[in-house]
């Protein structure tokens, strides 16, 4: 079996971020994510489009994308309610509206339209400079033990 190389150039595709901006820790399926970074100002999460993330097309794949939307929703509830856990997503709807390609800088602007006791709502875009790759909108439930089976009878 002969060795895959991409149909597309991988060049071009440096982490090298943009002032202002850290690596972001990563955890669980996250840590599979190379690129990814943190405002340590602004509530803004962006990554770098690294080779790993590009699809057939040679262009960033929805599902990383869905992931860097998921994440940045995440922090950003997760940090304005003061939580001690990073909330749960129970809905997520993106519109992938134009394409990034490698060594595209994507940053997720967060905007939060709701917190609640239970529910949280928020929704953001994807940029890439001033072009929007994708637009993303989402619930959140308040991560508790319950939500992982501990404190449940039988």
């Given amino acids: 079996m002969s060795e895959y190389r991409a149909p597309w150039p991988t060049e071009g595709a440096g982490d090298e971020p943009p002032a202002g901006f850290l690596p972001l820790a990563r955890a669980g399926f996250v840590t599979h994510c190379a690129g990814l970074y943190y405002h340590e100002h602004r509530p803004v999460i962006a990554a770098r489009i ?6 057939l097309l040679g262009i960033a794949h929805g599902g ?3 992931t860097l939307a998921d994440t940045a929703l995440g922090l950003v509830l997760k940090k304005a309610t003061n939580a001690e856990l990073t ?9 992938y509206l134009s394409p990034a390609p490698v060594g595209a800088w994507v940053e997720a602007h967060v905007q939060v339209h ?3 006791r239970t529910l949280s709502h928020a929704s953001l875009d994807l940029l890439h400079g001033e072009r929007l790759v994708a637009r993303s909108t989402a619930t959140f439930i308040g991560n508790t033990a319950s939500l992982h089976g501990k404190g449940r009878e039988g």
């Fill in 64 to 66: 990383f994308l869905a």
């Fill in 50 to 55: 690294r080779p790993e993330h590009l699809n």
């Fill in 114 to 116: 709701r917190l609640g």
């Fill in 87 to 95: 909330p749960a997503t129970i809905n997520l709807s993106m519109d």
